[in-house]
């Protein structure tokens, strides 16, 4: 039996489920349910290190990840600027969000309330302040999404006689 480490701080875990779609949400067990066991196991695993899982269920099932029109992650973005929440944790990184500009944003809220984030299945865990690596980690995936960002601005604004933002520094200029 691991036992938690009482010098430990509680770390307040919510665990984050979305499916796009309502295909077999009717099932005993389904695919939210498999997402929350695996991140209550991700939760214990970590218990030594005074992780909790709270009770509260951050579930959209039915809702798309392409943007925030979602319950379940309007209550979990309450609760984080409530100050309820440390750490939310994912089974994937685009059950959070497909939008590039929504998980960004989502993101700079996460930083701003010091919330960590991990994705069970996937290399993407901000916890630790003194692991730099995932700190680095974070900050590269961070620095790559702005970057597909802009690409994709770019596609779509190639015309001349449009606003693009600069690739490098993002900075919007006049394309001619």
Known sequence: MIRANDSAPKIRCAIYCRKSTEDGLEQEFNSLDAQREAGEAFVASQRNEGWVCLPDQYDDGGFSGGNMDRPGIRQLMADIEAGHIDCVVVYKVDRLSRSLMDFARIMETFEKHNVSFVSVTQQFNTHDVFDVVGRCRFMKNHVVLRCQLITQSRVLFRSPGVFVPD??????????
Do not use: P
């Not at 690739?167 to 001619?176: A, C, L, P």
């Open 167 to 176: 690739d490098v520094t993002g900075i919007v200029h006049y394309s001619q």
